[in-house]
């Protein structure tokens, strides 16, 4: 299942082009709501976010498009990288992560680079 974090730095998930964020957490089970807050549309994974217990309720919106993902998903593995190791340059962290995905460029690498040097610097 493929993962994205979140802008306040939660997991969330996401189906078919779809992403959807945590609603409700059970013993056995994730209850995940589409991110778009217009859209009802919910599904349910095990806790270890392996395999998809209920699958999403039809949206009422188009998905979202590859580089959007990609965007999403290349945001959260640089946050990640960047807390992890502190003594590797952002930007060196970022153009590594931007080179598995065909859309994203150098710019986007600087962008996401650009939100965690002042941070990497206390
Ligand atoms: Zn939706």
Not at 13 to 39: A, P
Not at 55 to 66: G, L, Q
Not at 75 to 97: F, N, Q, W, Y
Request: proline share 2%.
């Amino acid at each position: 299942m493929e993962t994205f974090t979140t802008r306040k730095g939660k997991t969330g998930i996401i189906i078919d082009k779809f992403r959807f964020k945590k609603d409700k957490e059970h013993k056995q089970s994730i209850s995940w709501r589409c991110t778009n807050y217009q859209c009802k549309s919910r599904c349910t994974t095990d806790v270890q976010l392996s395999e998809v217990l209920s699958f999403p309720t039809a949206h009422n919106h188009e998905p979202e498009d590859d580089r959007t993902i990609q965007r999403h998903q290349v945001r959260g593995a640089v946050k990640r990288k960047a807390e992890e190791s502190v003594h590797e340059r952002p930007l060196k962290i970022a153009c590594t992560e931007v080179q598995c995905y065909d859309s994203l460029d150098f710019n986007d690498a600087k962008c996401y680079a650009s939100r965690y040097t002042v941070q990497g610097k206390k």
